[in-house]
């Protein structure tokens, strides 16, 4: 009953450096998000997946990518670290548009 | 744009008492409202889910109301404990939206001393 698993759940990368955070869920749901979380700013929407190779931006997409390559999975990449990109990262996956939405434990990233 | 406000952003209360936390949001064409609980460096726990169709849901000690025509929605705690103390976040899932994205407000941080 693993739900939506995030690794790692801590990391450190010097400015510049590229990095993947992993994200996978085994509920068989098409909807997969990722969102960063920032003091005082809540949570924002940072790209999205309506189904295996589905992708868009979400509010704050710049400085990351991501794929669909399957159901399951939604990696984050990070192409060049930036100090601005420290922050918490939450994926979250639902079945459908109308449906409730399940968060995985969160990586906490710090870009030196 | 959706503008969600959780209010009170802070609250402290002695164990026992029961509580009400105020989510408020501008655009009430929503699909459903989501509360979610937030422990200190933990990910997101969904509490309750309301369609906007359905005016309550109830969950153990927790019961959650939408008032969707004026934009409201709150969490009713009820003999609250210790182990209640987190951030409660309340999330808006809009009609029309980038689909798959939930409007979150920032939170209400509830402390429950014994």
């Known amino acids: 009953n693993a739900g939506v698993t995030q690794t790692p759940k801590f990391q450190v990368l010097k400015t510049g450096q590229s990095m993947t955070l992993q994200c996978a869920q085994d509920?068989?749901?098409?909807?997969m998000s990722w969102y960063r979380q920032d003091p005082g700013m809540g949570l924002r929407l940072i790209h999205y997946?309506?189904?295996?190779?589905?992708?868009d931006q979400g509010e704050v997409p710049n400085g990351y990518n991501v794929s669909r390559s399957t159901t399951e999975d939604f990696p984050l990449r990070l192409l060049s670290a930036a100090p601005s990109q420290t922050s918490v990262y939450f994926c979250?996956?639902?079945?459908?548009?109308?449906?409730?939405?399940?968060f995985g434990q969160g990586t906490r990233l710090t870009v030196v | 744009k959706q503008e969600v406000t959780q209010i009170p952003a802070a609250l402290s209360v002695p164990e026992g008492e029961n509580l009400v936390l105020n989510c408020s949001f501008t655009?009430?064409?929503?699909?459903?409202l989501q509360w979610f609980r937030q422990d200190p460096g933990k990910g997101l726990t969904s509490l309750l889910l309301?369609?906007?169709?359905?005016r309550e849901q109830t969950s153990g000690r927790l019961n959650a109301s939408l008032d969707k025509s004026s934009g409201r929605s709150t969490l009713y705690i009820a003999a609250s404990q210790p182990g209640d103390s987190a951030t409660y976040l309340c999330?808006?899932?809009?009609?029309?939206?980038?689909?798959?994205?939930?409007?979150f407000g920032r939170g209400t941080q509830l402390t429950v001393w014994p």
């Open positions: 979250a996956s639902r079945p459908g548009q109308a449906t409730e939405a399940f």
């Open positions: 509920m068989n749901h098409e909807y």
């Open positions: 997946s309506v189904g295996a190779g589905i992708t």
């Open positions: 655009d009430s064409a929503i699909y459903n």
């Open positions: 309301i369609q906007s169709s359905q």
């Open positions: 999330a808006v899932n809009l009609r029309g939206s980038t689909l798959g994205r939930l409007y």
